[in-house]
Each structure stands twice: as C-alpha cells, then as structure tokens.
C-alpha cells in the first residue's frame, strides 16, 4: 500500500531518533577505540623495533668474536714468524718473514680498532635498546588501561546499542529506496549525524537557520517532504517530535 507523506516523514523521524541514540552512544566511547588502535600500533613498531636492534647487537656481538680470533690467529702467526727467524739462511728470508710478522702485527691493530668501535656501538645501541623496553612498557601500560576503559564503557553500552540496531534494522525497510538512500548521504555528510530534524524557535535545528512562516505551515501540513534550504537537511514539524516521544 502506498505510504502517505506523513508516513514516509514519521518513518525517517523515526529512523533519524534511533541513530541518534546509537550516536550519543558511540560519542560515549569517545577517541577511545582510535587511541586503542593507535597504541596498538606503536607497541607493534616497537617490538620490531626492539627485535631489529637485537639482532644488529648479536651481529655485532659475533664481529668483536671474530676479530678476537682473527687476533689470536695473527698472534700464533707471529710466534710461528719469530721462530723461522732463528732458522733463517739469507737476509732475503729474514726480510721475508720479517715483513709477514709486521703484517700480522697490522692486522692485530686494525682488530683491536674494530673491537673498540664495535664496543662504541654496543654501548650506543644498548641505550636505544633500553629506551626501547622502556617506551614499550610505558605503551603497553596506557594501551591495557585504554583497553580496560574501553571494555567498560562497551560492556555498559553494547545490549542498549544492538537492541538500537535491531530497531533501525527493523525501521528501514518502512522506507522507500529513494528517500534512503537521500538520508544515508545526508547523515553521512552532517557532522552531527543528523539528516532529519524539527523546527525550534522558528529555525532549522540542524543549521539554525531561520525557515519563513509560509515554509513552516507547508511543514506542518506535511502534505510534502520539505527540506531546508541552507543545509538540505529534511525537515519535520514540532509536534511530529512530540508524538514520537509518546509512542
């Protein structure tokens, strides 16, 4: 059967009065499920944080290894070096291994370099580490005390909010495709969520802005759906709010 203005204006009132309740009860929950996905998110980055610089402290931790090696392989060289100087026969040897011994003594000085810069670094990447743990429990601790805050304030609200989503659930099939679609995309573009709104104060509750008598008795009449002319919101009578408050 073919729904009369009034009707059509009643069911989107009547639609727009349950978003709303869902709203204030999401306004409720506030920034808080964003300030829990933004923690979330940096606690994440600073376990791989964490885990990178782990890794590069063993990396270094392995190089220092090797170079004491290469340090003990160099002074088993020289010692080796040293004895074949009391076997040499010509200076030529002499010479020959004198240099090797010399380039093995290099090589002992370039390791004992390396291992004090790699000690640099481990003590430098030690203090990000620690900073690092630091930061991440600090996080961890604001992200469980937002969690807890946020479990609360959903657990007090969540039986109130499906039955409202049952309802709007329920609602929407009362109205026709067009004037659907026309309030979803309003609701979506007002910051306050609200698409369908009454007179007060001879204004548009929506923009506040003044509507003329002759526009308010066409309201009234609710002979045709009427939208305001400065924010395209649509607009119903007092009294309709009224009676969707008694029903």
Request: proline share 2%; glycine share 4%.
């Amino acid at each position: 059967m073919e729904q009369t203005v009034e009707q059509k204006l009643k069911a989107l009132y009547e639609l727009q009065t349950i978003h709303t309740k869902i709203d204030r009860i999401r306004q409720v929950r506030g920034e808080l499920p964003m300030e829990v996905a933004d923690l979330e998110d940096d606690v994440a980055g600073l376990e791989t944080r964490i885990q990178k610089i782990k890794y590069e402290l063993d990396d270094v931790e392995d190089e220092i290894v090797t170079r004491k090696n290469l340090i003990k392989d160099a002074q088993a060289n020289i010692k080796k070096y040293e004895n074949q100087l009391n076997e040499v026969k010509n200076n030529r040897e002499y010479d020959a291994i004198s240099k090797e011994i010399e380039i093995q003594g290099l090589d002992i000085q370039v390791s004992e370099k390396k291992i004090r810069e790699y000690g640099f670094e481990i003590t430098n990447k030690t203090q990000v580490y620690e900073k690092a743990l630091a930061d991440l429990e600090s996080r961890k601790s604001d992200l469980n005390a937002k969690k807890e805050e946020l479990g609360t304030i959903t657990a007090e609200t969540e039986k109130e909010e499906a039955e409202l989503n049952a309802q709007a659930e329920k609602a929407i099939p009362n109205i026709e495709e067009r004037l659907l679609t026309a309030y979803t995309r309003l609701r979506q573009n007002a910051k306050n969520g609200l698409a369908v709104v009454t007179i007060q104060r001879d204004s548009c509750s929506g923009c506040f802005n003044q509507i003329p008598p002759q526009r308010q008795s066409d309201i009234r009449q609710r002979k045709k759906i009427i939208v305001c002319e400065h924010c395209g919101r649509i607009l119903v009578d007092e009294q309709m709010a009224l009676e969707a408050e008694t029903v």
